[in-house]
């Protein structure tokens, strides 16, 4: 019945590493995204794909790079981890409905806590 | 300048009295969309309640209602009859239509507000 999941929901690694977060969706969203939630909680978006494409990437370093291969899964490849990238990262997925105007829904995963060491 | 901007840090209110939560935001555009997320202590994010633009009416869900005022550009979360589950951090947030040949309008989150609720 998970609406939006993530693997891992810990993560703790050293400095340097390559890392994967898995995300699955069974809501039939067509749009996907990757937060990053720091330490103080400020959640900043960092890429939102559309039916599998890439729309907006949020000047994220190439480091971090999004795949997503059919539209209920998105994964994100973190190359070289540095200490910096210590965060949540939430995987989310919304449907967009267009009225008058828009209307949407937006369901977050239950996040992967990653620590770089 | 800041799209959404969260005046209140932190909100503290008594079990079963409501609260009100700040939200503005900042668009020149007159389509988009406003939300209200709540964080508990467990970390997860919960989708509240969605307020479009073009809607007339204030949206409501259950307990939260939001209460839009589009001239003021406010969307204040308001939360009747405090529980003391309500103890979380929420945050508001605005999605913009598209532009630059996107198909997806950019989304923007606030800092949050931290609410205790008291017994």
């Known amino acids: 019945d998970t609406a939006v999941s993530q693997t891992p929901k810990y993560l703790v690694t050293q400095m340097g590493n390559d890392k994967s977060i898995k995300c699955e969706q069974n809501?039939?969203?067509?749009?996907m995204y990757w937060y990053k939630q720091d330490s103080k909680k400020f959640l900043k978006i960092m890429f939102s794909y559309n039916n599998k494409e890439l729309i907006i990437n949020e000047t994220v370093p190439n480091r971090f790079s999004p795949k997503s291969p059919d539209k209920a899964h998105l994964n994100l490849h973190i190359n070289s981890l540095e200490l910096g990238d210590s965060a949540v990262y939430f995987c989310?997925?919304?449907?967009?409905?267009?009225?008058?105007?828009?209307?949407?829904?937006?369901?977050f995963g239950p996040g992967t806590r990653l620590l770089v060491l | 300048a800041q799209k959404i901007t969260q005046t209140q840090p932190g909100m503290f209110v008594q079990e079963k009295e409501a609260v009100t939560l700040d939200c503005t935001y900042d668009t020149s555009d007159q389509s988009y969309g406003l939300f209200w997320y709540k964080q508990p202590s467990s970390g997860e994010m919960i989708f509240l309640i969605y307020q479009g633009s073009y809607d007339e009416q204030n949206a409501t869900e259950g307990r939260y209602s939001l209460n839009f005022q589009k001239a003021r550009k406010s969307a204040n979360l308001v939360i009747s009859a405090s529980q003391l589950g309500d103890s979380a951090m929420y945050f508001c947030a605005m999605r913009e239509p598209p532009g630059g040949g996107s198909t997806l309008g950019r989304l923007y989150f606030g800092r949050g507000t931290q609410l205790t609720v008291w017994p």
């Open positions: 989310a997925s919304s449907q967009v409905f267009r009225g008058r105007g828009p209307q949407e829904t937006q369901y």
């Open positions: 809501l039939g969203h067509d749009t």
